[in-house]
């Protein structure tokens, strides 16, 4: 994305920030990034899924998403969705990303949702999430699902402008999610 929220679709050029790169997917980092993104879920969902779910997340399960997505910007295709990702590097290996796109909802309170910020523990707390967020949302109207007791998560989205809306929804792993939004500026 050339600019902070740039329309979906758009080709991200790859910058640093700090020692880190964000950039766009490249399908040769793909079983990194899948393995970066199971450990996320390992270390943030630990205690908020059910331990059957948390052990079912077999790398295959990750890996998969990813290559399509892959496949589809190797090809200039859009991604399903509107789908926007931006992919954080340390040292050159995939570290985190952010997933924006249309609403998955029918009754959508935003014309934007993020889908995912995911990114590793030890790069919590290096304001990294905060520049992917800016870089992949801008200061747009959004909303997304937090897992219910995953406290540094909403902590960091109210930091963003979210808020909780009251809306809440049971997951089959056990989790249950609250919606945040964000209304625009003025």
């Known amino acids: 994305m050339s600019d ?10 790859t910058t640093t920030w700090g020692d880190y790169e964000i950039g ?9 990034l899948a393995a970066a993104h199971r450990r996320t879920w390992q270390s943030t969902y630990a205690g908020l899924m ?14 998969h998403p990813w290559t399509e997505r892959a496949r589809l910007l190797a090809q200039d295709e859009p991604l399903p969705g509107g789908e926007q990702i931006l992919i954080a590097r340390h040292g050159g290996v995939p570290v985190g990303f952010i997933s ?14 993020v889908w995912a910020l995911n990114l590793l523990p030890e790069h919590h707390g290096t304001g990294l999430a905060q520049e992917m967020m800016r ?14 007791g995953n406290d ?21 792993d056990g989790m249950t999610e609250v919606r945040m939004l964000r209304r625009p500026a003025g």
């Open 50 to 63: 059910t331990a059957q779910s948390l052990a079912r997340l077999r790398p295959e399960a990750f890996v």
């Open 135 to 148: 870089r992949g949302l801008g200061d747009r109207e959004a909303y997304l699902w937090v897992a219910r």
């Open 100 to 113: 924006v796109g249309d609403p998955r909802e029918d009754e959508a309170p935003a014309p934007r949702q």
């Open 4 to 13: 902070p929220g740039a329309a979906a679709g758009e080709r991200a050029a």
């Open 152 to 172: 540094r998560a909403v902590a960091f989205y109210r930091r963003q402008g979210f808020t909780t809306d009251g809306a809440s929804r049971e997951r089959r």
């Open 24 to 32: 766009p997917l490249r399908p040769a980092e793909v079983e990194e």
